[in-house]
């Protein structure tokens, strides 16, 4: 019947996919760099002295690096739990109030556990219940979205609102400490800080939950590339017809994806509330949300990715600090702004273009 | 012209009828691989209706977007009226009095029907305010003029498909139009609102305007056309006189293709394995499937097909077939009526609990349907039975990659890379993907739609053996298919569908072409009980 | 409770979503996501003050604050319209963009992370609810126009063409892109008043200053159905729950937290269809390729 030929691997698809994937960041990188560049000699300063001192004060001691890490570890969270749920062609944008209740059901659990708990017993249990309040938060617009077809963009938003005002309304009114917006301290599953294992770190809020991001990072890899349940999920973000006739479940997967994203980001809350502050705090988590999207985006929804972006908007972050006695740091949340916009465009415009380039090679 | 604005459509009728009103010549177009147009040519005289025939995908609709300025040719000229209009404008098309009614109506659902109508050119009071009341009286006289009635206030969503249709041609004869370009009009519409189009359609002609009618019913074609020009794989391959010419020379005009059927069924007459159980195989019974706007896309269909046999479902595309594959699938919800597989009853049951039963199926719309087109190769030869190819909800990527090995060299799939992404093979070899994994498993019965089309001839007999040999290791297979000649060399039993019914079921042996013909365009009407 | 002075402080309290929500209207019912008007308000604020600073009148700080709307809104169409970019991705870039560039600046011109100096505004007397402040006025009148423009023009009627079917809009000759980014620059232009208002009422910009009020104005706009009259309502009894909350204040009838969480409950109710379902523009936030 056939000839039977040797199938064979030489051919090397990565490289466009390679293209796609990078292009859109590095372009979105260097839009920024001129943007920053116009931002810093309107305040009459010079751009390479200032880029010199922002990475001495990010990347160049260990402090300023532990603060990267540290809020690189957030927003590795908020940016997983977007993907997530991207990945499935769903868009989730409430990582804000997912992430701030997993923080309260972290904190409240840490509350209620017993002094002397054992350290790891306590972790688990406090980070199952960050899971589970974010997961929670997830799950409302998922419901929503497969039972009545209502749009997940708009009832992540409203609910950001909804559950901020309710998680306002438990700490104002019934559990902080006198004269401030935070719960008492917890007493059990504190997570140690990197200054306990390498003092060099001393005074950076990074503690062990980054190495929680990475393990999520790692599971979410494995499970969009390697499980089942991922084979399906994305199926289902790329085509969802055929994945229809593929026997997938649109709606499961819709709900799953959702509800796990919701956890994602609910994990996300023991990086404060474990790690730094040792209590939940009223506006912890603002603005994390937000940027969980722009690190999704410029991750390219690829877990790896998204810890490097991750790693990127952090170091914008704390690098504002860092410049801030010779340009203001609010430079940074443009440069944000406009990372966000560049990548935005980009995507499908290189898309555009190498798909284009490749149908004329066709024909 | 009364109600329309622009009025440049009156050139049509001074013509004498030595200057076509319409003139094409050469015209290429090409998407990405895919060349809709090569060549093509045609020409259509002031005051004709003129029938462009043709099957799905031999360039029609992509012609007449050209000409309504939509698209731009890539290569080729186009006159109107003598006038050359190469790569005009859409608003340069519609003041010179071209109006194309396309197949999905170019309608607002939430505007009324004068808002509709006088979209673009809206008459306005006082300088910014839109002139309503004018807009719905231009729309009343025209409606009386033109005998297209409608209530002008009435909206688009609560119109039926013949209502909306009528808007549709209101629209471009509001906008002066007086070459008419109607694209598949009587695909949605019943007998009764078909006979009031071609009155309609008679008149203007009859009032000089210029008519061209895209459609790929033959009986239409006859009925109302005064020349045809028959198009296939993008080009002209003939212009005749309506009246000089008979369905049958059309129908193989259009059809044409000569495919090799060598390795055809009738050397094996009957592979049928020893003693099937009487309910083996795929049977539906008294099927009803209910289309968006309420009508009987499947009317009370009942049907079965054994093991080792193939039924091959021909008739003229959106008869119900794409519903009946969809609903026996479990991808479209049944009304009423049963489906069994190998004597389970299967009708409310999900596709893959379908497909675990041994329901196979390739789908029509590989690229929409049957493949994710960003999966490699590999991963799309599993889809639909990941399930077997993980272990405690983990894919085995060792056993996807065997498996990929053999389906790509067993089914001849090139180029022979398993991690290369669907979206860069060719046509026939990503059916090939869908083939290699429909027929590569244990299955029992398996529908094919269009399992040929778009495909290279290499790959179609190849196909056809694949359908052929599964037949004879005694799997059921319910064909349908566009091409009447691969129903027939294929199948043991035809059925004919016409408007979601089966117009008649007979061996396949005392089946022809002209035969089925006359039942696919309706001339001909049976029962199939 | 005195009953004049809760509608005038509703109306104060309204104006703002109410030019924005008006904003929302057009554009979304053009296809284009509104996520945006928040960042078209603070825009719009900041630009306001900027102006009223250094010209010394208030109406010098209404033409700025209108072109920041403006320079904000070109940004999102060319993005969404010429771009194609995913139209929600880039609403959030949007808003983190205006909170970024209005705080650059602010820090910029005056040197501040928290505020402005105060500028001058219009009258303002809370009794009689500032009625001699003009944007107040016009405020009140902008949703009826919105409503004339939508129903009673050609643009209107183009608008809701372009976000049902924008194939039946280009196959009449209409240009839906035009459409589009005229819809979108009206958007910005009339949300950035209500960041307007809102600063020269207050007197003075601050950081982040119009605090979520851009998404209360796409809540009206859902709750509203995307019609300009019902948007309005919502606006105002989004605006009414609010005074409410504020006149409440220290009676512990109910939290306040609660009555904050009324627009977006609305909203999400509105969204599943328990009390008749709001159906968005068909074309909204659709990308062609």
């Not at chain 1, 109030?97 to 997993?102: I, P």
């Not at chain 3, 204040?249 to 599943?272: C, D, K, N, V």
């Amino acid at each position: 019947m056939t000839e039977g030929v040797q199938p064979t691997f030489t051919a090397a698809p990565w490289r466009e996919r390679a293209q796609e994937a990078l292009i859109p960041p590095l372009v979105a990188l260097l839009v920024a760099l001129i943007c920053g560049d116009l931002l810093i000699l309107s305040y009459g300063q010079s751009p390479a002295a200032v880029y010199r001192l922002l990475l001495e004060g990010t990347w160049g001691n260990a402090y300023g690096f532990g603060q990267v890490l540290y809020k690189a570890t957030t927003l590795a969270f908020t940016g997983l739990a977007v993907s997530f749920g991207l990945r499935a062609g769903l868009f989730n944008i409430g990582g804000e109030s997912q992430l701030a209740a997993g923080g309260f059901g972290a904190a409240l659990m840490g509350l209620a556990l017993p002094v002397g708990t054992p350290l790891i017993l306590a972790l688990l249990v406090c980070m199952i219940a960050a899971g589970l309040a974010g997961g929670v938060v997830g799950a409302v617009p998922a419901y929503l979205k497969t039972r009545f077809g209502a749009h997940e963009v708009i009832v992540t938003i409203m609910l950001n609102f909804i559950v901020l005002a309710l998680l306002n309304w438990f700490i104002a009114g019934h559990l902080h400490v006198p004269e401030t917006l935070h719960t008492p301290e917890i007493h059990a599953g504190v997570l140690p800080r990197l200054a306990d294992i390498d003092p060099r770190f001393h005074g950076s809020a990074a503690n062990l939950a980054l190495i929680v991001a990475v393990l999520v990072a790692f599971a979410v890899w494995f499970y969009l590339f390697r499980a089942r349940g991922g084979y399906e999920l994305r199926a289902v973000g790329l085509q969802p017809q055929a994945a229809e006739y593929g026997g997938i479940s649109v709606g499961r997967v819709w709900m799953r994806a959702l509800t796990f994203s919701g956890v994602i980001a609910g994990i996300g809350g023991i990086n404060y509330v474990l790690g730094y502050k040792h209590y939940y705090e009223d506006g912890f988590a603002s603005g994390a949300g937000f940027l969980g999207i722009a690190v999704a985006l410029v991750g390219r929804n690829h877990p790896l990715g998204v810890l490097v972006a991750a790693f990127f908007f952090a170091t914008l972050s704390q690098g504002g600090l860092a410049i801030h006695a010779f340009v203001p740091k609010q430079m940074m949340d443009v440069l944000q702004g406009v990372v966000i916009l560049a990548v935005a465009m980009a995507v499908p415009e290189v898309r555009r273009i190498l798909r284009g380039a490749r149908g004329r090679s066709d024909a | 012209m009364t109600g329309g604005p622009a009025s440049t459509g009156e050139s049509a009728r001074g013509q004498t009828s030595a200057v076509p009103a319409i003139r094409m010549e050469g015209i290429d177009k090409s998407f990405g691989a895919i060349r809709a147009n090569r060549g093509t040519s045609v020409e259509v005289m002031p005051g004709e209706i003129h029938a462009l025939v043709g099957e799905n995908g031999a360039g029609k609709s992509t012609l007449m977007r050209i000409l309504g300025g939509l698209m731009k040719p890539d290569a080729g000229h186009v006159e109107v009226n003598g006038r050359d209009v190469t790569g005009w404008s859409t608003n340069e098309a519609i003041a010179a009095g071209i109006g194309i009614v396309h197949q999905h109506f170019m309608l607002v659902p939430t505007l009324t029907v004068a808002e509709n109508l006088v979209l673009g050119c809206e008459p306005k009071t006082r300088g910014i305010v839109l002139d309503y009341k004018r807009a719905a009286e231009d729309v009343r006289k025209l409606s009386t003029e033109t005998g297209l009635v409608i209530a002008p206030d009435r909206l688009i969503s609560d119109l039926s498909v013949g209502e909306a249709q009528r808007v549709e041609i209101l629209k471009v004869l509001f906008r002066g139009a007086r070459i008419l370009v109607l694209d598949e009009p009587t695909a949605v519409l019943s007998p009764p609102e078909v006979r009031e189009l071609w009155t309609v359609l008679r008149r203007l002609r009859d009032k000089g305007d210029t008519i061209v009618l895209i459609t790929h019913r033959l009986d239409e074609v006859v009925e109302i056309s005064n020349t045809i020009t028959v198009m296939r794989a993008g080009q002209t391959v003939a212009r005749v006189k309506t009246s000089e010419t008979t369905p049958a020379e059309i129908a193989r005009l259009m059809v044409g293709r000569e495919v090799s059927l060598s390795a055809g069924k009738r050397v094996q007459p009957s592979g049928r394995p020893a003693g099937p159980q009487p309910d083996q195989g795929l049977e539906a019974r008294n099927l009803i499937v209910v289309g968006s706007r309420g009508i009987r896309v499947i009317d009370d269909v009942s049907f079965s097909v054994k093991p080792g046999e193939i039924l091959g479902i021909a008739g003229v595309e959106g008869n119900g077939q794409t519903e009946l594959i969809e609903a026996l699938a479990g991808l479209r919800p049944v009304f009423a009526g049963d489906i069994l597989i190998d004597g389970v009853d299967m009708t409310r049951r999900s596709v893959a609990q379908r497909h675990d039963a041994g329901l196979s199926h390739i789908p029509e719309d590989r690229q929409r349907r049957g493949l994710i087109l960003e999966y490699t190769v590999a991963n799309n030869l599993i889809l639909g039975v990941q399930k077997y190819f993980s272990r405690r909800g983990i894919i085995d990527r060792t056993r996807v990659m065997e498996n990929a090995i053999q389906e790509i060299s067993s089914f001849d799939i090139r180029p022979p890379n398993p991690v290369l992404a669907a979206r860069a093979l060719s046509g026939g070899n990503q059916q090939k993907i869908i083939v290699a994994r429909e027929m590569g498993r244990e299955f029992s019965v398996l529908l094919a739609s269009q399992p040929t089309r778009g495909v290279d001839v290499g790959a179609i007999e190849f196909i056809h053996q694949q359908l052929l040999d599964a037949r004879a290791q005694g799997k059921a297979i319910l064909l349908v298919s566009a091409e009447l000649n691969e129903v027939l060399a294929l199948s043991d039993r035809v059925a004919v569908m016409y408007r979601g019914k089966f117009a008649v079921m007979m061996p396949a042996a005392e089946a022809s072409e002209e035969v089925l013909g006359e039942y696919m365009i309706g001339t001909k009407k049976g029962n199939a009980a | 409770m005195n009953p004049i002075s809760f509608l005038t402080q509703m109306i104060r309290i309204a104006v703002p979503y109410l030019f924005a929500a008006s904003g929302g209207v057009v554009a979304e019912r053009a296809g284009i996501v509104s996520l945006t008007l928040e960042g078209f308000m603070l825009s719009g604020a900041f630009a306001a003050v900027l102006g009223t600073n250094y010209s010394g009148s208030p109406w010098v700080g209404v033409l700025c604050g209108i072109l920041g709307g403006l320079i904000f809104s070109l940004i999102h169409a060319v993005a969404t319209i010429r771009y194609r970019a995913d139209q929600v991705v880039v609403g959030v870039a949007i808003n983190l963009l205006a909170i970024g560039v209005t705080r650059f600046f602010l820090k910029l011109f005056f040197a501040s992370s928290s505020n402005s100096p105060r500028v001058a505004g219009f009258g303002g007397n809370i009794n009689v609810a500032g009625f001699d402040n003009p944007l107040l006025w016009l405020g009140i009148i902008v949703a009826p126009v919105m409503a004339f423009v939508i129903y009673k023009t050609p643009f209107g009627l183009r608008v809701r063409a372009v976000g049902e079917h924008p194939d039946a809009a280009e196959s009449v000759g209409v240009s839906v892109t035009r459409v589009r980014y005229v819809a979108v620059a009206i958007s910005g232009m009339l949300a950035a008043l209500g960041g307007v208002y809102l600063a020269l009422d207050q007197h003075q910009f601050t950081d982040q200053m119009t605090a979520g009020r851009g998404f209360i104005a796409i809540s009206a706009v859902i709750f509203g159905r995307w019609d300009p009259i019902r948007a309005a309502l919502a606006c105002l009894l989004f605006a009414a729950a609010e005074t409410l909350q504020i006149q409440l204040q220290g009676s512990h009838a109910i939290p306040s937290q609660f009555i904050e969480m009324i627009p977006y409950a609305l909203t999400i109710i509105a969204l599943a269809g328990v009390v008749g379902r709001a159906v968005p523009p068909a074309a909204l936030g659709k990308v062609e390729d």
